[in-house]
């Protein structure tokens, strides 16, 4: 099965800065999303991240304070900008591998704290 | 809106006992239905999925789920509960494959 690695896997940051995370599969993937958890809570999904071209964004969330890329199909990183403590939370990236499957795979995820 | 919903936020079930974690939806047209798990520090695992075909899926770890179309219902089960099945369970719907997740459910199985 295919390997989801997320980097960091925690991280503590002052709040006014940014944490870029990155996502990588050993293999090649359809589709990429990232997604946050808050403490306690469910997921969400911030947005899908399209190969060569701007992600897609849910709705309330925006590309300056989330900004995504993806290069090529086995990358992709998130970041958070402009952290304030209630950025704190676990984001998690997914892919999608084929068409016909619909499952995600889901990362370890980054446990970001902002103080 | 279309959405899944855990009615449960808990359940406790002693070892050996059957489990069963709820969930219903409210998704128009045919629903894309999926179960996951999530460990203490561990990532979100996949469960199992409803696309087509038969009510009853059988997925990893010994669960299964029941599609119930008049119900509106995917409930998640399995026969004879382990302590090592204590986790976080979500339940999901795929909208043009993106995911929309219950609140999640707490499972705690005592020795």
């Known amino acids: 099965s295919a390997v989801i690695s997320q980097k960091p896997s925690r991280d503590i940051c002052q709040r006014g800065t940014s944490l870029t995370i990155q996502c990588q599969v050993d293999s090649q993937v359809t589709m990429m999303f990232w997604y946050r958890q808050q403490p306690g809570q469910s997921l969400t999904l911030i947005a899908t991240?399209?190969?060569?071209?701007?992600?897609?964004?849910e709705s309330g969330f925006v590309i300056d304070k989330f900004p995504i890329s993806r290069p090529n199909l086995t990358f992709s990183t998130l970041t958070v900008s402009n952290m304030s403590p209630e950025d704190s939370s676990i984001y998690l990236c997914?892919?999608?591998f084929g068409t016909g499957g619909y499952e995600q795979y889901f990362g370890p995820g980054t446990r970001l704290t902002v103080t | 809106a279309q959405s899944v919903a855990q009615p449960e936020d808990q359940v406790n079930v002693a070892e050996g006992n059957p489990l069963t974690v709820k969930c219903t939806y409210s998704?128009?047209?045919?629903?894309?239905l999926f179960w996951y798990v999530q460990y203490p520090n561990r990532g979100l695992q996949f469960l199992l999925k409803y696309i087509t075909g038969d009510n009853l899926v059988k997925g990893s770890y010994g669960f299964e789920a029941e599609f119930n179309k008049s119900q509106t219902s995917f409930h998640l089960k399995k026969p004879s509960a382990l302590v090592s099945d204590s986790a976080l369970y979500f339940c999901?719907?795929?909208?043009?494959?993106?995911?929309?997740f219950g609140a999640g459910t707490t499972v705690t199985v005592r020795a």
């Open positions: 999901a719907h795929s909208n043009d494959y993106k995911l929309s």
């Open positions: 998704v128009s047209g045919n629903p894309y």
């Open positions: 997914s892919v999608v």
């Open positions: 991240a399209n190969q060569g071209s701007e992600a897609t964004y």
